[in-house]
């Protein structure tokens, strides 16, 4: 059966569209704004946190591909996941845009599946902004910089030159 693991960030995105929904303990401890905590009330979500030596499997082998760094605990929580539910003989999918995760998850033939849909063609995208320095991060919910709470915008994206063909 298929069951899709949620990150964090599909939950902030509102993609809680799967029919078979699971996801970590952690994940939900970075779950604070009240919007996201009553989406995700009304979400039909299991919650499993994986076995500690998936854990250690998954981080070899993110150690391996250099991504270790680029994981966080949750990060590696959810793939450690996959391997268990794949184990078990269901079919795992993560959903997330986490280039880090997509690349382990691939070591282990696990599927991935981007949370920016396919077949539309996203004229905005989502960046993370720091409430107190107003600077742009790249990752997690706090500030590097500052350490201070970092929230999402919907931006533009930048002009890919894609259009440039059109004029005559
Ligand atoms: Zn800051």
Redesign the pocket.
């Known amino acids: 059966m298929q069951v899709y693991i949620l990150d964090s960030s599909a939950i902030f995105l509102r993609k809680g569209l799967y029919p078979s929904m699971i996801t970590v303990s952690k994940v939900l401890k970075e779950i604070k704004d009240v919007d996201s905590v009553n989406y995700l009330s009304l979400l039909d979500i299991k919650v499993r946190d994986p076995e500690v030596e998936s854990v250690e499997v998954v981080k070899s082998a993110a150690r391996k591909t250099g991504d270790v760094y680029k994981l966080s605990d949750t990060d590696l929580h959810l793939l450690a996941l996959a391997l268990d539910l794949k184990k078990e003989g269901e079919e795992p999918i993560i959903v997330t845009d986490d280039y880090s995760i997509q690349n382990v998850a691939k070591v282990f033939g696990i599927k991935t599946d981007s949370i920016v849909q396919r077949g539309i063609r996203e004229e905005f995208k989502w960046i993370r902004i720091?409430?107190?320095?107003?600077?742009r991060?790249e990752k997690g919910k706090t500030?590097?910089?500052?350490?201070?709470e970092v929230y999402l915008v919907r931006v533009k994206k930048e002009n890919s030159g894609e259009n440039s063909g059109e004029k005559i």
């Open positions: 720091c409430k107190g320095c107003k600077r991060v500030c590097p910089i500052c350490g201070s």
